[in-house]
């Protein structure tokens, strides 16, 4: 089975932390997302890696960055959390070798409150 | 640019009731299309896909079928269970990329 993990599930930090989340998979998937989900909003990409050291934009990247130093991990970075950026945040990860079908896999997410 | 439009919930049924949850999808090429659930405090979990269309996803007695000339694809069940209260949310994939629908939440009652 795929195994997505991610490294809290609930998260308190302070205005103005740096923050970090931790993503793991152990399926050797070459795809790796970050997406947040609010309320009435759904699933909004953040950001994805195709590659180690490799990342791109999605659709909300503002007031967060990544790093995929391995093939394994993806982790995401709030440089200075705010109180907007309270959210249930989600990892996935998919294999790219058919790119068009591909399945993503989830973690249980982590629950990241900003006071 | 491709997007997802899902019905909006909440929607709560009986249990045995019929499920429909409408969704229908806008895309330039040949997309696939997914149903995910979300059952409360865990991640996303594929529930079924289609790649192509006309075909049909299927799985734990939800099934959706790909209509290209609607640019649809609607979840049904014929009976669900309590243990279907959850949130569904429909996607497609052009490629890489995935696009969600704001997800329906689902509670079913005994």
């Known amino acids: 089975d795929v195994k997505v993990t991610q490294s809290s599930r609930y998260l308190v930090k302070r205005t103005g932390e740096k923050v970090f989340l931790e993503c793991v998979q152990d399926?050797?998937?070459?795809?790796m997302f970050w997406y947040r989900q609010d309320p009435g909003l759904g699933l909004r990409l953040i950001y994805f890696?195709?590659?180690?050291?490799?990342?791109e934009k999605g659709d909300i990247p503002e007031g967060y960055s990544v790093s995929r130093e391995k093939k394994e991990r993806f982790s995401l970075i709030l440089e200075s959390a705010s109180t907007n950026q309270t959210s249930m945040y989600l990892c996935?990860?998919?294999?790219?070798?058919?790119?068009?079908?591909?399945?993503?896999?989830f973690g249980p997410g982590t629950r990241l409150t900003v006071l | 640019g491709d997007s997802v439009t899902q019905m909006e919930g909440p929607v709560t049924l009986s249990e045995e009731a019929f499920l429909t949850i409408n969704c229908t999808y806008t895309?330039?090429?040949?997309?696939?299309l997914f149903w995910y659930v979300q059952y409360p405090g865990e991640g996303l979990q594929l529930l079924l896909k289609?790649?192509?269309?006309?075909d049909k996803g299927s799985n734990k007695g939800f099934e959706a079928t790909y209509r290209k000339e609607t640019t649809s694809f609607h979840l049904e069940k014929g009976s669900v269970q309590v243990s279907d209260s959850a949130v569904y949310f429909c996607a497609l994939s052009p490629g890489n990329q995935f696009y969600f629908g704001t997800g329906t939440s689902l509670t079913v009652i005994p």
């Open positions: 996935a990860s998919s294999p790219q070798d058919l790119p068009r079908t591909d399945t993503q896999y």
């Open positions: 399926m050797d998937h070459e795809n």
């Open positions: 890696s195709y590659d180690v050291k490799m990342k």
């Open positions: 289609a790649t192509k269309a006309d």
């Open positions: 895309a330039t090429g040949y997309p696939s």
